[in-house]
């Protein structure tokens, strides 16, 4: 599986983005899929997860409320609606694919990773 990230950009706090990610090759509807952001200085970390039904979804404190994670599997697609950012939001945004539920792996364990997008968000 290849993923793309795509839909980051500069907004000012308050504004909304809508992230996708992309995914082409091995069957896409047969992975869970997950949103990790990494702000300079800091570590990845876990945003956002969707089964591979779209039946389910988990997120971090930080974001619930503002952010939805959806996909569509017929356009191999998830995507990210960010709505009242914040400038604590500013990171890149890297999509990542795997078999297994699991918010808390180590990230190299999980299977696929896209290459980031920036999200910057102005005070």
């Known amino acids: 599986v290849q993923l793309q990230a795509s839909g980051g950009g500069l907004v000012q706090a308050g504004g909304s983005l809508r992230l996708s990610c992309a995914a082409s090759?091995?069957?896409?509807?047969?992975?869970?899929m997950y949103w990790f952001r990494q702000a300079p200085g800091k570590e990845r970390e876990f945003v956002a997860a969707?089964?591979?039904?779209?039946?389910?979804?988990s997120y971090v404190d930080s974001v619930k409320g503002r952010f939805t994670i959806s996909r569509d599997n017929a356009k191999n697609t998830v995507y990210l609606q960010m709505n009242n950012l914040k400038p604590e939001d500013t990171a890149v945004y890297y999509c990542?694919?795997?078999?297994?539920?699991?918010?808390?792996?180590?990230?190299?364990?999980?299977?696929?990773w896209g290459q980031g997008t920036q999200v910057t968000v102005s005070s």
């Open positions: 990542a694919a795997d078999r297994s539920w699991n918010t808390i792996m180590t990230l190299e364990n999980y299977d696929y």
């Open positions: 090759g091995r069957a896409f509807s047969i992975y869970h």
């Open positions: 969707i089964t591979w039904s779209g039946g389910r979804t």
